[in-house]
C-alpha cells in the first residue's frame, strides 16, 4: 500500500527555471493538499483541492499552481522559481467518514533548493 | 475560524522522563483531534486521533484526551525513549472544513 507518493525527493533548481512536484496517492481520497515547511514556520498550506478538476488557494498561493486532473494526482507547478521558494513541499491528502474528516495521510516530502 | 495553539519547542528531557506537550484548539462544531509525528527527514504521520469528547486517544505510550470544556487535547507519555526523538503536531478537522488545522510543531530532544 504506498499511500501518498512524491517525485522528486530532492532537487536543485537555478533562479528562473520552471518545475513540477508530483502527488499521487492511491487511497482514492477526495481532498489534496499541497503544505510547504519552513524552519519555524510550521506547516503552511499553499493549494487544496476538493475533488477532481477544482483547486483553490491557501495560505500561501503566489508564484505557485496547480492541477489536479485526475482524483488521483495533484500536480504543483512553480513558473520562474525564487531563492525564497526554497523549503520542502510536503503533500497529503483526506477524505471523510460521513459528517467527519478522516486524518490527513502525507507523502515523503520534496526538498527544493533554489540557487 | 480554526485554530490550534501548541507550546513552544524544544522541550528536551532526559530518557524515561515525563512528557507533556500542551495544545488548545478554537473551532466551530465538534472536531476531530489529531496528534501527528515527524521523524527527521519525513513526512508527518498520525500518532494518534480523537473524534468525540472525552475519548482518549493512545499509540506507542503516547495518549491524548479530547476534552471540550477545556478545548484541548494534551499529548503524554509516561517514559520517553531517545527514539521519541522528533517533532509533535497538533492538528484538527471540523466537519464543515475540508482544510485541516495544524498547530506549529514541538520540537522533542530526549537525551540518554
Known amino acids: 500500500n504506498a499511500g501518498v507518493t512524491q517525485t522528486p525527493k530532492f532537487r536543485v533548481l537555478k533562479t528562473g527555471q520552471s518545475m513540477t512536484l508530483l502527488c499521487a496517492q492511491d487511497m482514492n481520497h477526495e481532498y489534496m493538499y499541497w503544505y510547504r515547511q519552513d524552519p519555524g514556520m510550521g506547516l503552511r498550506l499553499i493549494h487544496y483541492?476538493?475533488?477532481?478538476?477544482?483547486?483553490a488557494k491557501g495560505e500561501v498561493p503566489d508564484g505557485y499552481n496547480v492541477s489536479r486532473l485526475k482524483k488521483q494526482n495533484f500536480l504543483l507547478g512553480l513558473e520562474s522559481a525564487a531563492p525564497s521558494q526554497t523549503s520542502v513541499y510536503f503533500c497529503?491528502?483526506?477524505?471523510?467518514?460521513?459528517?467527519?474528516?478522516?486524518?490527513?495521510?502525507f507523502g515523503q516530502g520534496t526538498r527544493l533548493t533554489v540557487v | 475560524g480554526d485554530s490550534v495553539t501548541q507550546m513552544e519547542g524544544p522541550v528536551t528531557l532526559s530518557e524515561e522522563a515525563f512528557l507533556t506537550i500542551n495544545c488548545t484548539y478554537t473551532?466551530?462544531?465538534?472536531?476531530?483531534l489529531f496528534w501527528y509525528v515527524q521523524y527527521p527527514g519525513e513526512g508527518l504521520q498520525l500518532l494518534l486521533k480523537a473524534t468525540k469528547a472525552d475519548d482518549k486517544g493512545s499509540n506507542k505510550g503516547f495518549e491524548a484526551t479530547y476534552r471540550k470544556e477545556t478545548t484541548s487535547f494534551h499529548l503524554e507519555k509516561g517514559s520517553v525513549q531517545v527514539s521519541d526523538s522528533a517533532v509533535y503536531f497538533c492538528?484538527?478537522?471540523?466537519?464543515?472544513?475540508?482544510?485541516?488545522?495544524f498547530g506549529r510543531g514541538t520540537s522533542l530532544i530526549v537525551h540518554p
Open positions: 483541492s476538493v475533488g477532481e478538476g477544482t483547486t
Open positions: 497529503a491528502s483526506s477524505s471523510k467518514t460521513g459528517p467527519m474528516n478522516t486524518e490527513a495521510f
Open positions: 473551532a466551530t462544531g465538534y472536531p476531530s
Open positions: 492538528a484538527l478537522a471540523s466537519g464543515g472544513s475540508y482544510i485541516p488545522t
